[in-house]
T-cell receptor, first 117, second 111 residues
Framework: DTEVTQTPKHLVMGMTNKKSLKCEQH?????MYWYKQKAKKPPELMFV???????INESVPSRFSPECPNSSLLNLHLHALQPEDSALYLC????????????????FGSGTRLTVV | RKEVEQDPGPFNVPEGATVAFNCTYS??????FFWYRQDCRKEPKLLMS???SGNEDGRFTAQLNRASQYISLLIRDSKLSDSATYLC????????????FGPGTRLSVLP
């Protein structure tokens, strides 16, 4: 199994809604990531989980709340979002090397296209 | 200066052409380098890792010059299916993974 699975693929939510994005991988990867991508822009890092612990939070607003229940799952809880939060949300995973030996890229999920109305 | 910079593009080339993309990075401690391909409204997919010795995969050749902090991707005999955005990705972390994406270069291969 060499996939990262994200659900849902599309989500439309109101500014007062609470929703969650889900991500799952069974490749034994110990690092998982949330990225946000706006049209015609590269992905922007939001959060990094390493060995199920949050290791990087790129100053993301608190209306985005990540959760890593176990080594295979990563959630992103959404609450009180703004229309400018509409974007493609990408989950990725990778092997985690404490001694960096390079070579290991990310595997991305197909993303959740989020529209906030 | 941005951490990872790429040719602004877009590149419009005829089928069969050879095209080269360039990428520069600012963090001299960077350890890992990759080229990703992203089709419209799809997720990025790893095209190839980039090694100091250079590496080739079919029509694709990647080169790394650590002294100049420069990475390149060469595509020979372009196909229509090569049309995509090509993202240069650099791992700037000393421990673990901290990938930084370049802005991407859009390639359109024309019939």
């Amino acid at each position: 199994d060499t996939e990262v699975t994200q659900t849902p693929k599309h989500l439309v939510m109101g500014m007062t809604n609470k929703k969650s994005l889900k991500c799952e991988q069974h490749m034994g990867h110990r690092a998982m990531y949330w990225y946000k991508q706006k049209a015609k822009k590269p992905p922007e890092l939001m959060f990094v989980y390493s060995y199920e612990k949050l290791s990087i939070n790129e100053s993301v607003p608190s209306r985005f709340s990540p959760e890593c229940p176990n080594s295979s799952l990563l959630n992103l809880h959404l609450h009180a979002l703004q229309p400018e939060d509409s974007a493609l949300y990408l989950c990725a995973s990778s092997q985690e090397n404490i001694i960096n030996r390079g070579d290991y890229g990310y595997t991305f999920g197909s993303g959740t296209r989020l529209t906030v109305v | 200066r941005k951490e990872v910079e790429q040719d602004p593009g877009p590149f419009n080339v005829p089928e069969g052409a050879t095209v080269a993309f360039n990428c520069t990075y600012s963090n001299s401690a960077s350890q890992s380098f990759f080229w990703y391909r992203q089709d419209c409204r799809k997720e990025p997919k790893l095209l190839m890792s980039v090694y100091s010795s250079g590496n080739e995969d079919g029509r694709f050749t990647a080169q790394l010059n650590r002294a100049s902090q420069y990475i390149s991707l060469l595509i020979r005999d372009s196909k229509l299916s090569d049309s995509a955005t090509y993202l240069c990705v650099v791992n700037i972390g000393n421990y673990g993974q901290n990938f930084v994406f370049g802005p991407g270069t859009r390639l359109s291969v024309l019939p």
